[in-house]
């Protein structure tokens, strides 16, 4: 039993999609894919990528990314007497995935794994350090397209509420070793130095360090996340760090890669 990871696979861009359609379907019958979120804001396309991995794969995880609970057109528009809410997102997603088959919870995969999803937000100061103090809601989409209840209204709470639903899921069965996944980043050193991004603000906007306590607290060493569009392949403190994204058709360009690319990381 093999499991690949992939993030990021953004298919409300077509190009996206006919990446995903274009993964053969046969070899992959016997594997695990985990997929580390931003799927896409858009649910119809979103369960068509989906529909096409769960095709292709004996089982499929995934945890949302941020893309993946927009709910606004970013537009100023009438709003409903009742408007959708991220949260509400969250829950239309784990029914699409429950139809689909897909594992937005904690399972295992073949006789020796356990694959634990991580939910997570972006908390301010992670990694921030000399990153510049700038209106984030003009170079940044979430704040326009997300919309949260009073309750989650800032980061920090957005942070600390999934860090709560998560915790349930953090006893790992004995016998059996885990491979944690998360969208968000769960350590400032998985960012590039400020100097190689092109986007200076997105170490405030990457992740939250909670992510990273709890993985270990589960005992993981090794973990897929995603979110930044950058791939990485590291080990701190005794766990490894792996990011595989598609990313956007223009980001692939620029770095000369073709074509979808799964990272087998077991
Ligand atoms: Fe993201």
Avoid at 104 to 109: K, R
Avoid at 258 to 265: A, C, M, Y
Wanted: include cysteine; hydrophobic fraction near 40%.
């Amino acid at each position: 039993m093999r499991i690949f990871g992939i993030s990021d696979l953004h298919v409300d861009f077509a190009p996206n999609l006919e990446q995903v359609a274009s993964l053969p379907v046969g070899p992959h019958r016997a594997d695990t894919l985990v997929v580390a979120g931003d799927i896409c804001h858009r649910l119809d396309r979103a369960e068509e990528a989906l529909g096409l991995l769960a095709d292709r794969f004996e089982q499929v995880f995934l945890v949302p990314g941020n893309h993946d609970l927009w709910v606004k057109s970013g537009e100023p528009a009438p709003e409903a007497a009742e408007p959708e809410s991220s949260l509400d997102r969250l829950e239309a997603l784990r029914r699409l995935a429950g139809r689909l088959g897909i594992r937005m919870e904690p399972g295992p995969a073949g006789t020796d794994w356990w694959v634990l999803p991580l939910h997570g937000w972006y908390e301010p100061g992670f990694g921030a350090e000399g990153a510049p103090e700038v209106d984030m809601s003009r170079h940044w989409s979430d704040p326009n397209r997300c919309r949260w209840p009073p309750e989650q209204s800032t980061d920090e709470a957005r942070c600390a509420w999934f860090e709560q639903l998560n915790r349930p899921a953090l006893r790992t069965p004995p016998g059996r070793r885990v491979l944690s996944f998360s969208h968000f980043v769960p350590r400032p050193e998985l960012i590039p130095p400020l100097e190689g991004l092109r986007f200076k603000e997105l170490p405030r906007v990457s992740g939250t360090l909670r992510l990273d306590r709890q993985l270990r607290a589960a005992g993981s060493r090794l973990h897929l996340f995603g979110h930044t569009h950058i791939a990485w392949d590291a080990v701190i403190d005794g766990v490894r760090y792996v990011q595989r994204p598609l990313a956007y058709p223009h980001e692939r360009a620029r770095r000369g890669e073709t074509g979808i690319e799964l990272v087998r990381l077991v």
